[in-house]
């Protein structure tokens, strides 16, 4: 329920959002995070104008659609620990009441979670005041609620924890997509059932985190944690199952998370989980957006099913960070290994309406890169000694594969071995 709750605001951002001299109206995202009774916004990203990033006149009202899409990609570079928590809505006083509706229904399709907060600011006198809106109760609509403004966010705790994968799943599908989105279901599954210790402590349900993390507090201080990936019981029978494809992925990937004070144990652990999650996720999007792959509905001469495309290889984004000067935490981005910092300080200064100046991208995951291979031959224990989807020994009438796709300095390795039989 969002009765009782109170906004609090990082000073910085208010001070930054009421000399802004942008004329309204306009919108914009909240970045933050929930505790039980509070709602901390940390930052405030108004969505760039449509108008200016394409240069068309039609454009010149931005629509519900690009205040959504501009949540989305900012969730994209969003640590652990940290959401989209609400919305910003820029105009005169008089007219926002008419925009109420509106808000609540955008609001809601930008929060993951079940409230969130409108910040009205008067694009004429500069007075703001916050809403908290419930999405359980669609009744409810925008209730006033008390704000705060305090210097609060260099006093949180910085979690980083670095996880090693090695795991692989059978899939069926005839494009990268499919292949790599079905697989990441079984991959997945471990790291969201992982367990973790703070300080070598093992993390306890509702345990404050203060009490595992002693005197490290302070997002210039690094807290290490230990995410330990649960992985199927070697007692559970094997599964046998239709599939035209092994995914693998095996290496390094580096998570971290912020959290407020009064954070529990399990909050943390399922902060840095989500990170890890998302973290895969979006380089995997990223790399079958940036593959362009065709829709793979042609048939072959004899109007059979379509086989699955051989994989090409190539290097997933890897994580770099997005070091701003009016805040003391850490964005991320995604660049490809095409990609310079220019090109990637160009888009996150786009994305985020920040002064050039700045904006500071440095790496991540400085892991080493394997040294690069044309071809690679699977092996033994990677290829199965019959088609998963036939049961028929190998023979001159299957075709074995294996691509490596390494992300970036993370050295993640997506190794698909394409098994099929072919048709007689």
Request: with cysteine.
């Amino acid at each position: 329920s969002t009765m009782g709750r109170t906004v609090v605001l990082e000073e910085g951002e208010l001070n930054r959002l009421t000399a802004s001299t942008r004329v309204g109206p306009y919108t914009g995202v909240l970045i933050g995070q929930a505790s039980e009774q509070k709602d901390f916004v940390v930052l405030i990203f108004p969505t760039p104008s449509l108008k200016e990033i394409t240069g068309g006149e039609k454009l010149a009202v931005d629509g519900d659609w690009w205040v959504e899409e501009h949540s989305k990609q900012v969730s994209r570079m969003l640590p652990g620990g940290l959401v989209v928590i609400g919305l910003l809505v820029c105009c005169p006083s008089e007219e926002f009441k008419s925009q109420q509706a509106r808000s609540c229904g955008l609001l809601s399709k930008m929060l993951t979670q079940s409230h969130g907060v409108v910040l009205h600011l008067c694009s004429k006198s500069r007075k703001y005041r916050f809403y908290s809106m419930d999405r359980t109760d669609s009744q409810s609509g925008l209730r006033p609620t008390e704000m705060k403004a305090q210097a609060f966010t260099s006093g949180w705790y910085k979690l980083e924890t670095s996880v090693v994968l090695d795991t692989s799943a059978y899939t069926t599908g005839t494009k990268l997509e499919e292949l790599i989105q079905s697989s990441l279901q079984h991959i997945l599954k471990g790291t969201h059932e992982a367990l973790g210790t703070v300080n070598g402590q093992l993390c306890r349900g509702g345990q404050p985190l203060a009490k595992l993390c002693g005197d490290t507090q302070g997002v210039e201080v690094t807290v290490p944690v230990k995410l330990y990936i649960t992985k199927d019981s070697p007692s559970d029978p094997p599964k046998i199952v239709e599939s035209s494809s092994l995914v693998k992925i095996a290496g390094h990937i580096k998570s971290y998370a912020y959290m407020h004070p009064k954070a529990s144990c399990e909050e943390t652990i399922t902060a840095l989980r989500c990170d890890l999650e998302s973290s895969i996720l979006n380089r995997c999007r990223a790399f079958c957006e940036d593959c362009q792959e065709d829709d793979g509905e042609e048939k072959d001469a004899r109007g059979s099913k379509p086989k699955p495309a051989p994989l090409q290889g190539g290097q997933l984004p890897r994580r770099v960070q997005v070091l701003l000067s009016t805040s003391p935490l850490l964005l991320t981005d995604y660049c490809f290994p095409d990609e310079d910092e220019e090109e990637c300080k160009s888009r996150v200064v786009e994305l985020l309406g920040a002064d050039p100046s700045s904006v500071t991208i440095q790496p991540l995951e400085n892991f080493p890169l394997p040294p690069p291979s044309k071809e690679q031959t699977p092996h033994p224990s990677d290829t199965p000694s019959s088609s998963p989807s036939s049961g028929a020994p190998p023979a001159n009438n299957q075709r074995v594969g294996l691509v490596p796709i390494a992300v970036g300095l993370a050295a993640i390795l997506v190794a698909a071995v394409l098994i099929w039989t072919m048709q007689t």
